[in-house]
């Protein structure tokens, strides 16, 4: 069974980055597609963005000049960066694996981020 | 890239059927038979209820069903358990995303 666990800053100033690790334990990275979604407090699910098993990343549109997604195969182990935070990027983070099609059927438990001068 | 629009509240007493609905455009859920269904307890992640429009997940009770017409996609859940209490979220491929999700449903059991 694979778990995810993901770890980083929970607390940032505006203008900093944030950047958000995933590691993926039971299972290998390779062969899915992994996304970043987020959640404000007391409202709705919205998707960041995607890394391939080859690497190739996709984004939301309104969010994809500040973010970043990258992969370690060799510690099985994705990341998040999105820069020049501000309070409206106060959320739960969340890492999640897409189950093999348009999906995702694995989350970790999430992570606060806080934006806050 | 518009968040899908979902009820805000749906309420139902012990034993009852409920459905909740998600309209997109043709965009997204009319497009697309890539409508997944999420479910949220509170302070929890959420969980996959259903993928593909109406595919379950294995261990995911038989009493949570999908369907889709047109621009709108449905979950519905029969026989309604006080376990069920919880948001829900849709959400869908999009042309442009891709994927969006939706505004949220939150079931009561009363």
Redesign the interface.
């Given at each position: 069974q694979v778990q995810l666990q993901q770890w980083g800053a929970g607390l940032l100033k505006p203008s900093e980055t944030l950047s958000l690790t995933c590691g993926v334990y039971g299972g290998s990275i390779s062969g899915y597609y992994w996304?970043w979604i987020r959640q404000p407090p007391g409202k709705?699910?919205?998707?960041i963005g995607?890394i391939s098993p080859r690497g190739n990343t996709?984004y939301?549109?309104?969010l994809k000049s500040r973010v970043t997604i990258s992969v370690d195969r060799s510690k099985d182990q994705f990341s998040l960066k999105l820069n020049s935070v501000t309070a409206a990027d106060t959320a739960v983070y969340?890492c999640a694996r897409h189950?093999g099609?348009?999906?995702?059927?694995n989350?970790?438990?999430?992570t606060l981020v806080t934006v806050s001068s | 890239?518009s968040?899908l629009t979902q009820t805000a509240s749906v309420s139902g007493s012990p034993g009852q059927s409920i459905t909740i609905s998600c309209t997109g455009t043709s965009s997204d859920v009319g497009g697309?038979n890539?409508v997944?269904w999420?479910q949220q307890h509170s302070g929890?992640?959420?969980?996959?209820m259903i993928?593909?429009v109406s595919n379950r997940?294995s261990g995911v009770s038989n009493r949570f069903s999908g369907s889709k017409s047109g621009n709108t996609a449905s979950l519905t859940i029969s026989g309604l358990q006080a376990e069920d209490e919880a948001d829900y979220?849709c959400?869908s491929?999009t042309s442009?995303?891709?994927?969006?999700?939706?505004?949220?449903t939150k079931v009561t059991v009363l």
């Amino acid at each position: 069974q694979v778990q995810l666990q993901q770890w980083g800053a929970g607390l940032l100033k505006p203008s900093e980055t944030l950047s958000l690790t995933c590691g993926v334990y039971g299972g290998s990275i390779s062969g899915y597609y992994w996304s970043w979604i987020r959640q404000p407090p007391g409202k709705g699910l919205e998707w960041i963005g995607e890394i391939s098993p080859r690497g190739n990343t996709k984004y939301n549109p309104s969010l994809k000049s500040r973010v970043t997604i990258s992969v370690d195969r060799s510690k099985d182990q994705f990341s998040l960066k999105l820069n020049s935070v501000t309070a409206a990027d106060t959320a739960v983070y969340y890492c999640a694996r897409h189950g093999g099609g348009y999906y995702f059927d694995n989350w970790v438990q999430g992570t606060l981020v806080t934006v806050s001068s | 890239q518009s968040a899908l629009t979902q009820t805000a509240s749906v309420s139902g007493s012990p034993g009852q059927s409920i459905t909740i609905s998600c309209t997109g455009t043709s965009s997204d859920v009319g497009g697309y038979n890539y409508v997944s269904w999420y479910q949220q307890h509170s302070g929890k992640a959420p969980k996959l209820m259903i993928y593909d429009v109406s595919n379950r997940p294995s261990g995911v009770s038989n009493r949570f069903s999908g369907s889709k017409s047109g621009n709108t996609a449905s979950l519905t859940i029969s026989g309604l358990q006080a376990e069920d209490e919880a948001d829900y979220y849709c959400t869908s491929y999009t042309s442009s995303g891709p994927y969006v999700f939706g505004t949220g449903t939150k079931v009561t059991v009363l």
